[in-house]
């Protein structure tokens, strides 16, 4: 079981890391703010989760597997509420012009 344990592991983070760059790529290669923000929240969120995907059979007990995906729930609200922020700022920086 450890064998195939040790293969999710890597496959899932693999992913994840993936999701990752493909995030940080969007970031830097749409043209404007919204699109940027679209990209990236998506990609992080998504990568994220396989990354805790991943590390949830490495957990040694049940609780340590909470607290991952304790740490992904919070990543996903805290993710969430601050790209509402940017792009509310975004969408006023836009009308004030």
Avoid: C, Y
Avoid at 42 to 63: E, F, H, M, T
């Amino acid at each position: 079981m450890s064998l195939l344990g040790d293969i999710i592991t890597i496959v899932a983070v693999s992913a994840g890391a993936f999701f990752f760059l493909a995030g940080t790529v969007g970031l830097l290669r749409f043209p404007d703010t919204l699109t940027r923000l679209h990209a990236l929240t998506k990609a992080d969120n998504l990568g994220l989760g396989l990354v805790v995907l991943g590390l949830l059979p490495q957990a040694a007990s049940l609780r340590d597997g909470f607290k991952l995906v304790s740490i992904w729930l919070l990543g996903l609200l805290a993710g969430a509420t601050v790209s509402q922020l940017i792009a509310r700022a975004a969408r006023q920086g836009e009308s004030a012009r």
